[in-house]
């Protein structure tokens, strides 16, 4: 089993630019998540979704979409890429009680 | 709004314990844990407790809970220069739709 895997693990974009992360999760999880980490902030949950088809805002959602077609993946668009989204993007996944399976992370930088 | 809060950091020297504290306000939280994040690297559940637990010992790994408190505790024994890392208090309430609550992190130094 591959886990949680991120796609890209780099990125830099300029102002304006539009990309899309990719998370992919092996496990057959429900729910799935979008994290950012910060220096001095922790982790603050972006989206995330309780199945296929479903998603939901979390704390910092201002700037995302998200999308579920698939239960596996978990997409995390940015439609104009803003200096403030530089961060590293984590996904995670989860089933049951809510033990979070975290991919690698994507270190995302915007000039 | 429910939190969770940790000291940032904590510096030991090796073969020494290590004591990781957090506190967190929501009362019915059910289960808590501890993640590890190793630099560059995304985050890793070490280890975690129900919250009708006192106590629970994983090899070097001892966590304490206090509800009435709401404090908990990782200590690590015989901590060694490969423990350094960011350790994670979370906290967990089936009626917040499934959403983990996170602490800002403890950045473990282990000094040889």
């Known amino acids: 089993n591959a886990g949680v895997t991120q796609t890209p693990k780099f990125r830099v974009l300029k102002t304006g630019q539009s990309m899309t992360l990719l998370c992919a999760q092996d496990?057959?999880?429900?729910?799935m998540y979008w994290y950012r980490q910060d220096p001095g902030m922790g982790l603050r949950l972006i989206h995330y979704?309780?199945?296929?088809?479903?998603?939901a805002k979390g704390e910092v959602p201002d700037g995302y979409n998200v999308s579920r077609l698939k239960k596996q993946n978990f997409l995390l668009g940015l439609e104009s890429a803003a200096p403030s989204q530089t961060s590293v993007y984590f996904c995670?996944?989860?089933?049951?009680?809510?033990?979070?399976?975290f991919g690698p992370g994507t270190r995302l930088t915007v000039l | 709004g429910e939190d969770v809060e940790q000291s940032l950091f904590l510096s030991v020297r090796e073969g020494d314990s290590s004591v990781i504290n957090c506190t967190y306000t929501?009362?019915?939280?059910?289960?808590l844990y501890w993640y590890k994040q190793e630099p560059g690297a995304g985050l890793q559940l070490l280890t975690y407790?129900?919250?009708n637990m006192d106590m629970k010992q994983d090899q070097r790994l001892t966590v304490l809970l206090n509800k009435k408190d709401k404090h908990l505790s990782l200590r690590i024994a015989d901590t060694q220069t490969g423990d350094s890392a960011i350790y994670f208090c979370?906290?967990?309430?089936?009626?917040?739709?499934?959403?983990?609550?996170w602490g800002l992190g403890t950045s473990l130094a282990v000094n040889p």
């Open positions: 407790i129900f919250s």
């Open positions: 979704s309780v199945g296929e088809g479903t998603t």
């Open positions: 929501d009362s019915s939280s059910t289960y």
């Open positions: 496990m057959n999880h429900e729910y």
């Open positions: 995670a996944s989860s089933y049951g009680h809510n033990e979070q399976f």
């Open positions: 979370a906290a967990y309430n089936a009626g917040n739709n499934r959403k983990l609550i």
